[in-house]
């Protein structure tokens, strides 16, 4: 089952801009996770927020939640051509707390 | 080892032929996950090995897919009879403890590029 949703599908940046990606999801989580992704690969973990915070920073990242609305937004400021991947957020699974979903994700180009 | 290892990193097989894919987790973690990722898609979930509990099966597409993991460490997932849809990238992950419950980071490998022709 599709629990994570991001938004946009693709996003296209220059080097220095700040790049904004939205997840929306659909039940009850106790946390929410953001995960990047080069070439199609291994995915890597980048973040973790539970359900009672708001807002989490990461170096360059920053990443917020809102449990009402059942949403999360991963921004990443002054970015970087390194930055280029496709990125995931992911949440417990509805079923259970065993796993994760994933979203689509939303790939994001950087530009020099 | 350091990370999650996954071999073949590629693979290319006949249409009909079965496929082993390895995973070894890293060490001590006691839970083992195995995903698939068509081109462009999401990531999804097939199988989930925890401890000495039964594996969580309900993600695999069909009974041509099986997975085992031997010890507690090392999981192999076959692919029997493979078919042309069943080309995918098949990532293993594996956690400290159960994920969801305290949060804590699944850790991947590179995974298993399948291309069935």
């Known amino acids: 089952s599709q629990q994570g949703e991001e938004d946009p599908q693709a996003l296209s940046i220059q080097e220095g801009e700040n790049a904004t990606m939205n997840c929306s999801y659909k039940?009850?989580?106790?946390?929410l996770q953001w995960y990047r992704q080069n070439s199609g690969r291994g995915l890597v973990h980048l973040i973790l927020i539970r359900s009672n915070e708001r807002e989490k920073h990461s170096g360059r990242l920053r990443v917020t939640l809102d449990t009402s609305k059942k949403s999360s937004s991963l921004l990443i400021t002054a970015s970087r051509a390194a930055d280029t991947a496709s990125y995931f957020c992911?949440?417990?699974?509805?079923?259970?707390?065993?796993?994760?979903?994933f979203g689509k994700g939303t790939m994001l180009l950087v530009s020099p | 080892g350091a990370g999650v290892s996954q071999s073949p990193s590629n693979k290319v097989t006949e249409k009909g032929k079965d496929v082993e894919l390895r995973c070894d987790p890293i060490s001590g973690h006691t839970a083992l996950y195995w995903y698939r990722q068509s081109l462009g898609q999401g990531l999804e979930f097939l199988i989930y090995?925890?401890?000495?509990?039964?594996?969580?099966k309900s993600g695999l597409p069909s009974d041509r897919f099986s997975a085992e993991r031997t010890g507690g460490s090392v999981s192999t997932l076959t692919i029997q009879r493979t078919q042309q849809e069943d080309s995918a990238v098949y990532l293993c992950?594996?956690?400290?403890?159960?994920?969801?419950?305290?949060?804590?980071?699944?850790?991947f490998g590179e995974g298993s590029w399948l291309t069935v022709v």
């Open positions: 992911a949440t417990p699974e509805s079923r259970g707390y065993s796993t994760l979903t």
């Open positions: 992950a594996s956690s400290l403890v159960e994920q969801g419950s305290s949060g804590n980071t699944i850790y």
């Open positions: 039940t009850s989580i106790n946390n």
């Open positions: 090995f925890q401890g000495n509990s039964a594996p969580d």
